[in-house]
């Protein structure tokens, strides 16, 4: 058919599997003579049937394998299978000669398509065929049989594909496993592409004549109706794919001929009007005659349509297999969308709206990329209002789905359903569906983004009409106040920048209007009587500061993606250019606009984090400097005014930015920094010298206590990011640190920032550390370290709260960076400055958490009524977050080796019952110290559940067995069920730590004390790997540390017997030992046995899980097993003689003893 040079180089190694079913012609089928279902009488008959079906690569059929030459070399002709591999490249050329068969000997050729199909399905087996000849057996030939053959292993399918009967015969061990359809690789990715390709070709090369003569499709359609009853997964799955791409290519055959039909009508009018009065003619004639051929053949297009429709899809679309459904739906979006005359109506809509509630999501995903086709184009969606109103509930609840790709074509879907049905989505829908702005994927949150920009922001006319006195920014300040308003409405102050991100794609041009926005700001009431109110400046600063951050940074903000973007060249351009109009807007504007908000506390730390965005090299210009002096001015203004935290912290990072020393504007900036903390050093100063010149050493005065407070906070403020060092803040903050230790009489205000300016005073020394570094300057350093971490270990005994949690979290920190300082590559330095917690510390800190972590919440419950239970949520929420961070802190000490790792036990305790609050902590910190050291956590978890089996045990009455239907003990089960959850499925990765399980919590059962090794081998788990490989024939396992192991007879084994109970060991008596052979020495490598005695081993293993599924003490006495193993005792002569003497050990069942 196709010669194609070196075609068997070119397929892939997946090649080799391919399927050369052999057809038998209607000449060799005639008589009956082929091999058929029917016929398989003997078992002679069914072994040349599975022969032919192993041997069937080697029989290639005659008619198409035709070798030819060609520029003197041989090149073998391929199949149709083989060709729809290899690509689309000779579709073309091989359906043309195809067709040109067809029309020489159809019955040939048709049965080489059929053998198409079923190669197509992956079918390993061969095809036969007979012609069909008794009419009055039609219906019975039409039933599917499909049986399978015990003896042979063959399966067989005999159905109707008329005017054959055809019977495909198969190795079931190949059924449903592996099929081109299901093939991965990019070879076979294309391949389900060129299939559909080959079928669209065929049809359309056959529209002109073949198509409509009763026999073609015929026999195409009644072999894929058959196919697709099929129970195989294969038959059904491919021959559902050719009916639909079949359907969808006879649709387009429809629409041409409709096209032609119409035409040719009008040629008709056209002619018969010009010939009025006359006799018919012979061009009438002719169109008549083409008119009406054009009806004939749309007839049988139809009825074609009709008989793949009901005998397809009709019995596919609710398949059991999710693809198979996923492809009827996909093609009736298609039809209705091509050919909305014949099937946009609610017989053809309602199988689309039963499928959106599927369970796969990819047969809900087709069904709404077919209805976005359908809802896109308005001459459509008048015809769909029946299916609108009965699904729409449905459509607007699908942005919840599970599925991230289902939820954004469903928000898609809404926004085109908006557009083109009216009123169709209610203002509640509406309003649930703009929240989703908010949400954490950013596809979702784009595509809701559209949908709040384009019904609610933007308005048609928005651009042209321009409302009264808005000048030059009409529109945009007419969209700014909708924004401001569903901002404030929608109650998420905290989630600007998340809205700001999803509408950036869409109202990108007007977000970036910062002239519109900050002249909102500056107006005046008395100007403009419609100016905006506190809160909606409030909320428009906050959209300033996000759509700076967006444009600045070009990336989404925390929590919405996983990693930062890489721009684009283009993108990057967009950003400089962004950048670069940000500063020179702001440069001039923002010094007016911290002039006019300067007592308000939220709006200025707002406004203040706009200068960390700014394209320094811009300053370089210098009619730019006296905005700087203005902006310095009012930033120093502001420190004096404010001892908010978040405004001092704004003003120190605006310093710290504009003071970098790459910039012209350095020497200016930090002259004025310079100037700034002199002038609060010296305010400190001084109210620290009234305070030591009281004669209580203390101040009771509220006024001078408000006083030392802001001016501790300015200055901590500033000390996190200036180094503060020769203003001396040390040893002023100790000698207020000391004060409280001895005398405990310092209110909080005054105590936590002078905790905290002590810590960045030794981070900042600690910072200054080089290789130069004299000793002298090293031990004091090192005696200030020890110093503070004292005063912070005091503190967290203090009685306020708030000065325990500030003193932990501090200390935490404290030891992580001192635990991993590099001191500037000066190891004498670290061998001095490093510091670890020792046990005591370890345990105070572990201590503080199961206080004032897991326990305080029941304590602080208990003084609460309902009423201040309900008022005070937002607090307790507050108070969740403390806790949470307190955890946080501790478990990065364990993450980090600071503290031991067992000490996770007792965090880990706690993961079931606070799974809500701190689930995601403790099972991080879980991951990271096994991603550490394996074995030492698995050992954490084993420690865990046996302190509490402990617990459990100790509090149960001593004279009774231990309750394994207790809650507590419930609960160990399933934190250990948990537990096992998190070594997830990868049994590579998670081997060697379930491993250690198993030695610590299976071996150790019986084994009170650790024995000695003997050799490279621990004599424990070579007795324990005996009974593994243990015969089950045998009763008697045999166990030695040295030596070969040498064949023992069955009698001489059975006398000897162990007990393990009470987690003794496996011994002998010395008559035994005495009576053993020398050849009885065993070997540390055990002889392989039967797998029979591991399902025995197993079974046995499963009912001890079932009641003790983890370490169980070996003090314990266990009533809960039904069989249990006895030795003999040893007297101590006998081990005393023959220390290194090899044991035989036989296990054998026994009663329980009492």
């Known amino acids: 058919m196709i010669a194609e040079p070196n075609t068997a180089s070119n397929l892939p190694s997946q090649k080799e599997n391919a399927v050369h079913d052999e057809t038998a012609p209607e000449s060799a089928v005639q008589n009956g003579s082929s091999v058929r279902n029917g016929n398989l009488k003997t078992p002679r008959e069914k072994r040349k049937v599975r022969e032919q079906c192993e041997n069937i690569r080697r029989n290639s059929s005659s008619s198409r394998r035709v070798s030819q030459l060609q520029n003197g070399e041989v090149v073998e002709a391929v199949t149709l299978f083989e060709v729809v591999s290899m690509g689309k490249r000779a579709m073309q050329s091989v359906v043309d000669d195809w067709v040109e068969a067809y029309k020489q000997d159809r019955n040939v050729a048709l049965l080489d398509l059929i053998n198409f199909f079923i190669q197509c399905s992956g079918c390993q087996g061969m095809v036969t065929a007979e012609m069909f000849q008794s009419l009055h057996k039609k219906d019975v030939m039409r039933k599917m049989t499909e049986t399978f053959d015990e003896e042979t292993g063959l399966q067989y399918k005999k159905f109707m594909a008329y005017p054959w009967i055809l019977t495909v015969t198969w190795p079931v061990d190949t059924d449903n496993k592996d099929y081109p359809l299901i093939r991965t690789g990019p070879y076979w990715k294309k391949f389900k592409a060129n299939f559909c390709e080959f079928i669209a070709v065929l049809v359309q090369q056959c529209q002109c004549n073949i198509l409509y003569d009763s026999y073609l499709m015929d026999t195409i359609i009644s072999l894929l109706t ?14 559902t794919l050719a009916a639909m791409k079949l359907l969808t290519a006879v649709v387009s055959v429809h629409l041409n001929l409709d096209v032609n039909k119409h035409n040719a009508e009008r040629l008709y009018e056209v002619e018969k009007k010009r010939i009025s009065g006359k006799r018919t003619n012979y061009r009438l004639d002719q169109l008549e005659r083409k008119r009406k051929e054009y009806e004939h053949k749309l007839l049988e297009i139809q009825n074609m349509m009709n008989a793949i429709f009901k005998g397809t899809f009709l019995n596919r679309y609710r398949d059991v297999i999710p693809e198979i459904r996923a492809t009827c739906i996909e093609e009736i979006g298609s039809w209705i969308k091509t050919y909305p005359d014949g099937f946009l109506n609610d017989s053809y809509l309602k199988y689309i709206g039963w499928m959106l509630y599927d369970k796969q999501a990819e047969v809900r995903l087709k069904c709404l990329l077919g209805l976005q086709g359908i809802y896109s184009r308005k001459e459509l969606v008048s015809r769909m209002d029946l299916f609108t109103s009965r699904f729409k509930d449905r459509i607007v609840s699908m942005p919840l789905d599970k599925d991230h790709e289902v939820a954004v074509q469903a928000m898609k879907l809404l926004m085109l359903m908006s557009q083109n049905c009216g009123d169709v989505l209610s203002t509640e829908d509406c309003e649930t569906l703009y929240q989703f702005v908010y949400t954490t994927h950013r596809p979702l949150a784009v595509a809701a983004g559209e949908f709040l920009y384009k019904r609610l922001l933007s308005h048609e006319g928005d651009e042209e009409v321009q409302p009264e006195g808005g000048g030059k920014f009409g529109a945009s300040t007419d969209q700014l106040k909708r924004l401001i308003s569903f901002f404030l409405e929608s109650e998420l102050h905290k989630h600007v920048a998340y809205l700001i991100d999803s509408l950036w794609d869409w109202a990108g041009k007007f977000l970036k209007d910062w002239e519109c926005m900050t002249t909102l700001l500056l107006k005046n009431a008395e100007e403009d009587g419609e100016a905006l109110s506190d809160a909606h400046e409030s909320a428009l600063i906050e959209i300033i500061l996000a759509t700076v951050r967006e444009a600045a940074e070009g990336h989404p903000p925390v929590g919405r993606g996983a990693a930062k973007k890489i721009l684009s060249v283009k993108e990057k351009k967009i950003q400089l250019e962004d950048c670069t109009k940000i500063t020179e807007h702001f440069i001039m504007v923002l010094p007016q606009l911290l002039a006019k908000y300067s007592t308000d506390a939220q709006k200025v730390a707002n406004l203040l984090q706009i200068p960390q965005y700014y394209d320094l090299d811009v300053y370089r210009m210098g009619h730019l400097r006296k905005h700087l002096d203005a902006l310095l001015r009012e930033v120093k203004d502001i420190v004096a005014k404010h001892s908010d935290m978040s405004v001092l912290e704004a003003s120190s990072r605006t310093y710290y930015i504009l003071c970098s020393e790459e910039i012209a504007i350095y020497s200016q900036v930090d002259r004025a920094r310079t100037q700034l903390i002199d002038e609060l050093m010296g305010q400190l100063n001084q109210l620290l010298d009234g305070f030591w010149q009281k004669e209580e050493g203390f101040c009771t005065d509220a006024g001078e206590i408000s ?35 001895e005398h405990g009489s310092l209110p909080v205000l005054m105590i936590l920032p002078a905790l905290q300016c002590m810590y960045f005073s030794l981070l900042w020394q600690l910072t200054a550390v080089s290789e130069n570094s004299p000793k002298e300057t090293l031990f ?29 979290m501090i200390l935490c920190d404290w030891l992580l960076i001192l635990s991993h300082q590099d001191s500037n590559n000066n190891e004498e330095a670290v061998g001095l400055l490093d510091y670890l917690p020792s046990t005591s510390l370890q345990e105070k800190l572990l201590l503080f958490i199961q206080k004032h972590v897991f326990m305080e919440e029941e304590e602080e419950s208990k003084d609460l009524t309902e009423e201040e239970d309900r008022k005070d949520e937002s607090c307790k929420l507050d108070d969740l977050h403390k806790k949470r961070s307190l955890l946080a802190a501790y478990c990065k000490l364990i993450v980090y080796n600071v503290v031991e790792m067992s000490a996770a036990a007792e965090i880990y305790k706690y993961y079931v019952k606070t799974y809500n609050d701190f689930g995601d902590i403790i099972k991080e910190t879980l991951s990271k110290t096994r991603h550490n050291n394996k074995i030492q956590s ?48 990868d049994q590579v990765k998670s081997r060697e730590s379930v491993a ?7 071996l150790q059962r019986y084994i009170a004390e650790p024995l000695p090794c003997r050799g490279d081998e621990w004599q424990p788990l070579i007795w324990y790997r005996n009974s593994l490989l243990a015969n089950e024939d045998e009763e008697s396992s045999v166990l030695g540390s040295s030596g070969e192991l040498s064949p023992v007879g069955t009698s001489k084994m059975s006398s000897f017997k162990r007990k393990l109970s009470n987690g003794s060991l496996p011994v002998t008596s010395q008559t035994e030992a005495e009576g053993k052979a020398p050849d009885l020495q065993c070997s540390s490598q055990l002889a392989s046995a039967e797998g029979k005695r591991r399902k025995r081993l197993k079974s046995r293993e499963m009912h001890l899980q079932e009641h003790l599924p983890f370490l169980c003490p070996g003090g314990l006495q266990r009533r809960y097993c039904k069989d249990e193993i006895k030795t003999e005792d040893v007297s101590k002569k006998s081990q005393a003689e023959d220390t290194t003497e090899d044991v035989d050990v036989d296990v054998v069942s026994a009663d329980q003893d009492s």
């Open 226 to 239: 058959g196919l697709a009853d099929s129970m195989v997964r294969a038959f059904r799955h491919t021959s």
């Open 707 to 741: 006083q030392m407070h802001s001016a501790l906070r300015r200055v901590a403020a500033f000390h996190n990011a200036h180094d503060l060092t020769k203003w001396n803040l040390y040893d002023k903050t100790l000698r207020l640190l000391v004060f409280e230790m």
């Open 780 to 808: 004091a350093l090192r005696r200030e370290l020890r110093c503070f971490s004292q005063i912070c270990m005091c503190f967290l005994h203090h009685k306020e709260k708030d000065v325990r949690e500030k003193a932990f």
């Open 938 to 985: 698995t050992k954490t978890l084993i420690l865990c559940l046996q302190q509490l089996f402990q617990t459990h045990a100790e509090s149960q009455d001593s004279s009774s067995s231990v309750d394994f239907y207790s809650a507590s003990f419930t609960n160990m089960k399933e934190l250990a069920r948990r537990f096992s959850l998190t070594f997830g499925w």
């Open 996 to 1002: 250690m399980i198993h030695k610590y919590a299976y």
